[in-house]
């Protein structure tokens, strides 16, 4: 017969056993799912308030994909104004880092990259900052693709912006 010194023990060996397998399949695997070359390029910026015209006036950024190593992906940003000549800043670049959620080393709370195969409920780095809220299928351009959607708020003393991320 058992008893329940002998019990307790045998739970708490099967449990460190257990964690140290399943904590490793449980965890969440930030990999890249772009390439080099690829690109996103946006526009049709819309704001209201003052001193918002050199945002309503820009035509589009557009965002390149220069490198990819490992967890890092370094990106070229440029953009342009609706009349044609370059917005301040065009042609930086910046690396973004997946899985610690770090643009050039420094922490930043939304990146425009997240990993790959990451579904609802999944934190997206830095720790303790988002987390995926619905995994969807969308189709664009007549092809069928999985996306993450994440809904953010940003609040400062002057105003709350409310902003959704549609990832694929």
């Known amino acids: ?23 490793p399949v449980f965890a ?24 918002l015209e050199p945002f309503n006036n820009t035509d589009y950024v557009k965002q390149e994909i220069i490198n990819v ?34 643009i050039n080393g420094a922490p930043s709370v939304q990146g425009p990259i997240i990993a790959t195969n990451l579904n609802q409920g999944d934190p997206i780095p830095p720790p303790n900052t988002y987390t995926v809220n619905k995994t969807e299928t969308r189709t664009y351009l007549g092809v069928s693709r999985s996306v993450n959607i994440l809904n953010a708020t940003i609040s400062t003393p ?11």
């Open 1 to 23: 017969m058992f008893n329940s010194k002998t019990i307790f023990i045998t739970l708490t060996i099967s449990l460190l056993i257990f964690s140290t397998i399943a904590i």
């Open 69 to 102: 190593s490992e967890k890092e992906i370094t990106l070229l940003t440029t953009s342009q104004f609706k009349d044609g000549t370059a917005t301040p800043g065009n042609g930086s670049t910046a690396v973004w880092n997946i899985e610690t959620g770090t």
């Open 28 to 51: 969440t695997n930030y990999n890249p799912g772009v390439s080099k070359g690829q690109y996103i390029k946006y526009g049709n910026f819309i704001g209201i308030g003052p001193g």
């Open 158 to 168: 002057d105003y709350t912006t409310l902003l959704t991320f549609v990832y694929d």
